[in-house]
């Protein structure tokens, strides 16, 4: 992997560089040899090259179909990316997977990477360093067992609306559409909302703890995120927090993210039915209702294609120009935006007795919480960590990047920072947010308009699944199951008349 | 669903037509209107449409091979199969499925079919009946909940060998083979081994009530059944009791499993290269080297293909005749067969009251344990039993289904039978046995062996699949992870030399 190629995405700092715009990432695709053809229709047009437009390109080309691949970015993997640096990936993006997410088990199955999980060494998984909370400016120190036991303790009394844990509210958690009653009442309340509603049960302790906790999860302001994201989490990590930390927080790829997206990409390419053209936003959708023409934003090219399957986040969709125009609920959704603004960070610091730091710094903190995820070929320690969405306390790295190092230092008076990797989702134009999470009312509002086909127009997303909306797994089953709806669609037309 | 074809599989018994061999079903197969192309040869020859066979064939037909199907049995779905009788299913093999089971939530989710799952109504799902516990001969009465305590405390002392439930011997359930030190230790003990270790731990009650459970298990002679198995499952249901009720004993298709095999079945066909042979047990095999050619027991029939992916059940292997011979751990495995010949029955039973009744009757019972599953479209109360594999209490209903009906009177006094519908599988011969479970030291020996490919043929099944073995999740996880083996090897060796 001694040379993998640069993507424009990401930065890079260290000492000796200064910051750096760009990334090595195996998730790079190099402009296509074969040159576009231009006048050629294809049965479908798939905008956007994170997990849902690449299982949506796979499942279509292996069944048959002609599929045009248009992407803003350099790259393929969306919000789920990774950078290789000498041969260490550092996740940007989407990045823990398990064996109770089926979409991406199944993916890892078939590309025979299951033996390829690696356990992210979060805090708890080696003896050594404690766990630091910072307490209105005072540090306290927690064996990482003190610190499980205060965020459980924490979460439950969060979760627990009904007596059972949400179980009521959400009794199956890959069909919320089963209980709307449930999720309204709990959509209708921000995070900030439920906290008021909960806060006179928990220590300062406690709060502070998950406090830094919970910016893992929603990266939003605290009036900004729904309280019912969190039962839905909740309800799918099996309504305990054992396995909200073994599902949500353990398990990453041994090469990143980008290793597995590129599988799905390359089968794609494999069945000689894929072009492609990356670096290449695309300015509007025309729907012809006998084709789509889509326009790309610079430049006159212009693609054309029997449907079209648009895939790019809520947050970006009200970019594109769609005629007709787009009913009135998705758009106001995509202007409306879900709320995670959260930027991920990577250090390397060279602190071996790091390893399995866990810190938060909460609220005060730039940096809300980081904790030890693995050892680097330097043999430094690799500490991940999630920038805060508090007001005034949002961090934007590249514009200054000392303050980003001096959140790091902040975790621990003798951090040695080496290295910095981060994706600032925040400031991204082709996902202005990182994964989802509604604001209060979105869901019971908008989700279902999400999900509808406009005209010759179908939409995929990990924003707007159902099972694991938000995650790598929502991507991919959505992705599949659009392909599935489309592929099945344009059969129905080749029929010959006398099979119909 | 008026007119539901009849399989020749499965008993029938009411009292108005007596024992009646062949249910309806779903998944019945009329003979191919088009004739077979004797002189074709084919990419891929499938043998067994179980979930591992149909799984297959679909991906390869829909990655573009054609595809001939070759099966036994008049129908589709193997082991996992139901009979639809007045519009109401009654499952005669695999029925419970979780989205925890990624394979299998996946072609729910494909075929839209994630809103027909329906609890299935076992104990403790509504008031009313109590559970009844045959204790040498008398009759113990238990709350649900009671029953629940018991059965989970006695569990917990069988399954703790390592202090923490299990998880030291397989950390990962979906690769047990990261702990084959682990999985050796607890495939030499068989369940009767176990049970020694651990009987002074129990209560009687404790003792009668998990015995009666365990039937559900492993459905074989406590001597001759791997307790290792049973740390497996346990695994695979995230290490506690709760969970491996919710997991393996809820959840059901409303219109029965053979209403998903179809879909599977119907999906190949749809894509024009699926051709199939039904009621066409194979005699043999034979790999010349460049192709395959399958030869049918009846008849002179015989079938071409450049690839054969052989999914009959571990038991039934080593009666096709296989040239190059199969490898001994192969055939060896096949000879000795896994230990599950568990009769699957059910009963409609007119006592509406019955609706949430639970009931053991271990060791003594013919059947060892019952309970409600459902309301028949008469109003009756379904119960699903599980019949005894211990010495002297085998039961096979269909030599005098009388003992059948009184192996259900002896749940309850009052029990009124009225319908008896079932599946021995012990007597199937194209089974062998029901669902999977090894024999002490099986796993450790042959399981690595069975997955290997011999020549030009593959090996799926769910009997030695990764994941959820045993399962209906393991049969679509080996039939989707070799039909992609198979079509890569295929689409390599088509490529234009200038490729390669």
């Known amino acids: 992997m ?3 190629p640069k993507s424009r995405d990401g930065y890079q700092w260290t000492p000796a560089t200064g910051l750096v715009q760009g990334v090595p990432t195996l998730g790079l695709v190099q402009p296509s040899k074969k040159g576009l053809k231009n006048s050629k229709r294809y049965d479908v047009v798939v905008v956007g090259a994170g997990y849902a437009g690449l299982t949506t390109c796979r499942d279509l080309t292996v069944a048959g179909n002609s599929v045009l691949l248009i ?10 990316w990774s950078s290789n ?3 260490y990936p550092y996740e940007l993006g989407g990045t823990w997977v398990h064996w ?17 999980l690696e356990v992210s060494p979060r805090p708890g998984m080696e003896g050594g360093s404690r766990v630091t909370v910072n307490l209105d400016g005072k540090v306290v ?3 990482h067992d003190e610190e499980s036991e205060i965020v459980e303790s924490a979460f439950k009394k969060f979760i627990n609306v009904d007596g059972v844990l949400g179980r009521s509210v959400i009794p199956y958690p890959h069909d919320i559409e089963l209980n709307m009653a449930g999720v309204k009442k709990y959509d209708q309340l921000s995070m900030a909302d439920r906290m008021a509603q909960v806060e006179s049960q928990l220590t300062p302790l406690e709060k502070n703890t998950f406090g830094g906790f919970l910016a893992i999860t929603h990266g939003a302001k605290w009036e900004e995120a729904s309280f019912f994201e969190l039962l839905r989490w909740w309800a799918l990590m099996n309504y305990n927090y054992t396995d909200f930390m073994a599902i949500g927080l353990t398990y990453k790829l041994r090469d990143g993210q980008s290793a597995l997206a590129r599988r799905i990409f ?14 290449t936003p695309v300015k509007s959708v025309h729907d012809n209702g006998s084709h789509i023409v889509i326009t790309a934003r610079n430049g006159d090219a212009t693609f054309e294609a029997r449907r079209a399957v648009c895939t790019v986040p809520l947050n970006v969709l009200h970019t594109i120009a769609f005629t007709p125009a787009l009913p009135s609920l998705k758009r106001e959704a995509s202007m409306m935006g879900h709320a995670n603004q959260v930027v991920k960070c990577h250090a390397e610091v060279a602190n071996p007795e790091m390893r399995s730091l866990g810190a938060t710094n909460f609220p005060r903190g730039k940096l809300t919480y980081t904790f030890g995820d693995g050892t680097t070929p330097a043999g430094h320690t690799h500490l991940v960590a999630f920038g805060s969405s508090l007001p005034g306390a949002h961090l934007d790295p590249e514009k200054d990047i000392s303050v980003t190092k001096q959140a790091f230092e902040a975790f621990h008076p003798d951090m040695k920072v080496q290295r910095l990797v981060f994706h600032n989702w925040h400031q991204d134009e082709f996902a202005r947010g990182a994964w989802e999470w509604l604001r209060p009312g979105m869901t019971t509002k908008y989700l279902e308009a999400l999900r509808k086909r406009h005209g010759n127009v179908f939409f995929a997303s990990s924003d707007s699944s159902f099972g694991w909306r938000g995650f790598i797994d929502g991507a991919i089953d959505d992705g599949g199951r659009v392909a599935k709806m489309v ?5 129905m037309r080749d029929l010959p008349r006398s099979r119909l």
Chains 1, 2 share one sequence.
């Open 2 to 4: 001694a040379n993998v």
């Open 71 to 80: 992407e803003a970015r350099d790259r393929i993997g969306g919000r789920s």
């Open 85 to 87: 640096i000498d041969g």
């Open 100 to 116: 109770h997410q089926p979409f991406v088990w199944r993916e890892l199955r078939r590309y025979g990477m299951i033996d390829q």
């Open 141 to 143: 120190s927690l064996s």
């Open 266 to 279: 390359d089968e794609a390419i494999d069945t000689g039915r894929l072009d492609y053209s990356f670096s």
């Open 487 to 491: 592929h099945d669609e344009l059969k």
